[in-house]
């Protein structure tokens, strides 16, 4: 994913490898920290970017500023996060009733 983040960013050198890993790893908690462990930072494209800007603002000292630019996006996706794991509630609710 590093190298990802390098290529949205802008940074071709591997200078700065050591702190952009430092910023991918506090922004995985910080996501997992305020939505949970539902989602793959891998796979869903929506969070990957959340996390590169995070990332991007960290590498840019102004970490202070990006809930406040991202705020839709952040109450979106915990929406969405919430939504997915009441869903899965649901479902194991339904399917521990029909074994019984």
Same mark, same amino acid.
Request: overall charge negative; charged content about 35%; some cysteine.
């Given at each position: 994913?590093?190298? $990802? =983040?390098?290529?949205?960013?802008?940074?071709?050198? @591997?200078?700065?490898?050591?702190? %952009?890993?430092?910023?991918?790893?506090? #922004?995985?908690?910080?996501?997992?920290?305020?939505?949970?462990?539902?989602?793959?930072?891998?796979?869903?494209?929506?969070?990957? $970017? =959340?996390?590169?800007?995070?990332?991007?603002?960290? @590498?840019?000292?102004?970490?202070? %500023?990006?809930?406040?630019?991202?705020? #839709?996006?952040?109450?979106?996706?915990?929406?969405?996060?919430?939504?997915?794991?009441?869903?899965?509630?649901?479902?194991?609710?339904?399917?521990?009733?029909?074994?019984?």
């Amino acid at each position: 994913m590093l190298f $990802e =983040l390098k290529n949205y960013i802008g940074i071709e050198n @591997d200078d700065r490898d050591i702190t %952009l890993l430092l910023h991918l790893n506090a #922004s995985e908690r910080y996501f997992r920290r305020i939505c949970g462990d539902d989602f793959d930072f891998d796979t869903d494209e929506d969070v990957k $970017e =959340l996390l590169f800007e995070r990332c991007r603002y960290a @590498d840019a000292n102004a970490l202070e %500023l990006f809930e406040v630019n991202f705020k #839709s996006e952040l109450i979106a996706l915990r929406m969405n996060m919430a939504v997915r794991k009441y869903a899965r509630s649901k479902d194991t609710k339904k399917t521990s009733t029909t074994q019984i």
